[in-house]
């Protein structure tokens, strides 16, 4: 059984369809996965260039002269 040109048309227009479709949906996911990695890097970047914190801060003290005992 020989298949005529407008069905094998109609086959093929719908397969390409299906490809096209499939090829956007995983691009669009891609994209949300480079996304979600670029966010995330981002993150790690700041986090590396902030100076750490420090709960006390140092204060530099005058020695203390002791007075004799007279």
Known sequence: MK???VESLIITVFFLCI???AVSKCSSKRAKIAQVVRDHSGAAAEDEDRPQRRD????PQ??????PIA
């Open 3 to 5: 298949i005529p040109k």
């Open 19 to 21: 490809a096209l479709w």
């Open 62 to 67: 005058q020695p203390v002269v002791q007075q």
């Open 56 to 59: 006390t801060v140092f204060v």
